[in-house]
């Protein structure tokens, strides 16, 4: 059973990055839309904040690290909404293979390309003033922390994306979760937000992963008087995506092998 | 000698809320054969593949694919079947080929990548095996659908509408695939709005009207359900009555009229009405005629008829 699973997982996975490299001009497109982000965010909001500009930038690439992390809801919607709609998904599940292959080697997959297109922001990032200040230890794990957040997102997309009823619906459900990371302190510090919004947006998922990347990668201090999540970064980020992992991996699982039956 | 079924349901049936999509659906395929299964929209043919294909689960009822218990036996079901239909694709922005190795991995197929060679080879995809899918005309697309589906040679092939939107050529490579996979012994149930596609392919046909099959026979045998249409055309209004009593003398039929053309026309059953006796018996009472014909049936003459007989419950010119 867990052979078929690693066997079939392996090529499913192999089926998504075989995707991306016959229409490299869409991963390259969404892998630059965050650097897009940080160099407008970066300078032109930068200089309308108190914040003094390069403190912004590095204030913000760990919020924008993160705010493309969640976008594996979208990609994972679209993706799996596409392969229902277009009949991939019925061909799958009527050949003797494991049930829960597809959306894991969906969801690797889409893991690969990630990471990937983490390493280019990076890079802007240094150029534009960002740096790693705490160790090198807690920087890989600050990456580990956030490749996890993204996995945890990409199953709740494929589970929506499975649950979707065309594809145009997916991708315009999916386009709103642009708003998640407006209402956490990915962008913006939610000191200032009046008291009911900032217990909302330090109740976001969002909110606990950037304050642990900020406080892993030394770029800013954890914030007094925050909610537990964001006051406990670290935990509340590995509760969050655990949370998330254990609600909604099974739930696509289940709602592939047995679709709309 | 026993027949083998390679698909055997009895009783099945599905609703999706309110609506029963099938009620009760009765089929017996016996190995080796070609059965299509005939019906209008909505009559119950795709949930009916569905079924069989595990892709839904019964309501009620019993079905066995390949002598495995369609709900306990769901993988090796899978193992023994294709699908190719309006819903099973192939993957468009993988080029045929990548998809032709992906299938066959997951099916365990040893040299995936001969085996996809050859299936692109044999429906004239070569050219073609290295462009994504979605680049395809209708027809290639088909075609490596039913590549797709031929990956690990099924015991039992389901073809869901396989030629729907097809150009005539198109339409015969898919007819000349499937009579040449009937001749190596693979069962086919094949859905089609075209009967004529049924009239080519299949051995037995199931017409299937509101959730379950109405009628079955050979494309003959229901044809001879609905019996030869008699027509005559007549010179004069007055003497339709008159062709009419002929008529029903020799075909004991109900006659219709069609006063626009000054015809009347009735169906018989008997097979041994002939055109010169039909006009010999016209000239001897002395109806003056212009133009007789005897019609055999079509299978949308059947079709139209039958369907017809079901939902208004009674009998209905053909």
Known sequence: ?261 | MTTTYAVLSEGLEKRFGEVRALRGLDLAVPQGTVCGILGPNGAGKTTAVRLLTTLLRPDAGSARVAGHDLVREAAAVRRAIGVTGQYASVDGDLTGRQNLRLFGRLHRVRGPAERADDLLARFGLTEAADRPAATYSGGMRRRLDLAASLIRRPDVLFLDEPTTGLDPASRGDIWDAVRELKQDGTTILLTTQYLEEADQLADDIALVDRGRVAHTGSPSQLKALIGTYVEVVVADADVLVQAAGVLDQLTGGEPSFDHARNSVGSVTRDTTLTLPRLVRELDAAGVPLLDASLKPPTLDDVFLRLTAEESTGEEVAA
């Open chain 1, 1 to 261: 059973m867990s052979s078929t699973l690693a066997y079939d997982g392996t090529a499913m996975l192999g089926r998504q990055l075989l995707r991306v490299r016959n229409n490299p001009a869409l991963a390259i497109l969404t892998q630059t839309m965050p650097i897009t982000m940080l160099l407008f965010f970066g300078y032109v909001f930068g200089s309308a904040l108190a914040m003094p500009g390069a403190e912004y930038r590095s204030f913000l690439v760990p919020g924008l690290l993160v705010a493309t992390a969640a976008n594996g809801i979208m990609t994972g919607m679209f993706q799996a909404a596409q392969d229902v709609h277009r009949g991939v998904t019925d061909r799958l599940r009527t050949m003797p293979m494991s049930r829960a292959a597809v959306p894991l080697g969906q969801a690797a997959a889409d893991l690969v390309v990630t990471t990937a297109g983490t390493v280019p922001f990076l890079l802007v990032g240094l150029a534009v003033g960002w740096r790693v200040e705490g160790s090198a230890a807690a920087a890989i794990a600050a990456v580990g922390l956030l490749l996890l957040f993204r996995f945890a997102c990409t199953w709740v997309g494929i589970f929506l994306g499975l649950l979707s009823r065309s594809e145009e619906a997916a991708g315009q459900l999916g386009s709103a979760t642009f708003m998640l990371p407006l209402l956490s302190n990915a962008y913006i510090p939610t000191d200032n937000l009046p008291g009911w919004l900032r217990t909302v947006a330090e109740w976001n998922p969002i909110s606990a992963v950037t304050t642990a990347l900020r406080d892993l990668f030394g770029n800013a201090p954890v914030p007094d008087g925050a909610a537990w999540p964001v006051a406990h970064p670290v935990a509340g980020s590995l509760a969050w995506c655990a949370v998330l992992l254990a609600v909604f991996a099974p739930l696509a699982v289940r709602r592939y092998a047995h679709g709309e039956q």
